[in-house]
């Protein structure tokens, strides 16, 4: 089945501890971002990568690293996560730039993310 | 700062009605624009595409765009109380590559 998987689906952790919240794609998209969503908010992008060692920053990219060592795989790493990284993180891909209406994006189940 | 706004919502209405969602936004360089379902803690998923002028039909729902008024809407027909949910807008602008999402308005359909 085709699908964008990330893990866990549910993470509390404390201020500080790093962490990384893993997406995987089976598609064999070049395209990933991440975003997160927050209420009254929307969804805002913080990462993307258009191919394998390239990432870029989207609009809230502070705190946040990614890496794109294989095509598969975009980790999302918090360093020091803080409570205002508390939210809800939606990996997303898609196997054309721009994306087409085919596709569009396939975004993974969701990661919540609480940081106490 | 390129925007998609669409209605704060939430919008209710009865079965069988006709649902509206509108959306504007702001880069008038932007290229696509897409309409995703949200349900109540699920993901996104891509329900309608659209990127010419004018309507596009895909059974009950209808995608409108107007690229002058800078206005992209979601028409729902016969809306179905499993319609309820998050809808959200997405233009593609080319700008880092991304798709630049509105806040959502939330649609209650009434039994």
């Known amino acids: 089945e085709a699908q964008v998987t990330q893990n866990p689906r549910y993470l509390i952790t404390v201020t500080g501890k790093k962490l990384t919240v893993t997406c995987s794609q089976n598609?064999?998209?070049?395209?990933m971002s991440w975003y997160r969503q927050d209420p009254g908010l929307g969804l805002r992008q913080i990462y993307y990568?258009?191919?394998?060692?390239?990432?870029d920053k989207g609009d809230v990219p502070e705190g946040y690293k990614v890496s794109r060592k294989e095509k598969r795989n975009f980790p999302l790493i918090l360093e020091s996560p803080s409570p205002n990284q508390t939210s809800l993180y939606f990996c997303?891909?898609?196997?054309?730039?721009?994306?087409?209406?085919?596709?569009?994006?396939?975004f993974g189940s969701g990661t919540r993310l609480t940081v106490v | 700062q390129k925007e998609v706004e669409q209605n704060s919502g939430p919008l209710s209405v009865p079965e069988g009605a006709i649902a509206s969602l509108n959306c504007t936004y702001s880069?008038?360089?932007?290229?696509?624009f897409f309409w995703y379902r949200q349900y109540s803690g699920k993901s996104p998923e891509l329900i309608m595409f659209?990127?010419?002028?004018g309507d596009k039909e895909d059974g009950r729902f209808t995608a409108q765009l107007n690229k002058a008024s800078q206005y992209v809407s979601l028409l729902i027909r016969d809306s179905q109380p499993s319609d309820s949910a998050t809808y959200l807008c997405?233009?593609?602008?080319?700008?880092?590559?991304?798709?630049?999402f509105g806040k959502g308005i939330t649609l209650s359909v009434r039994p």
């Open positions: 880069d008038r360089g932007s290229q696509s």
């Open positions: 659209i990127y010419s002028n």
């Open positions: 598609m064999n998209h070049e395209y």
């Open positions: 997405a233009v593609y602008t080319g700008a880092n590559s991304k798709l630049t």
């Open positions: 997303a891909s898609s196997l054309f730039v721009p994306p087409t209406g085919e596709d569009g994006y396939t």
């Open positions: 990568s258009m191919n394998v060692e390239v990432t």
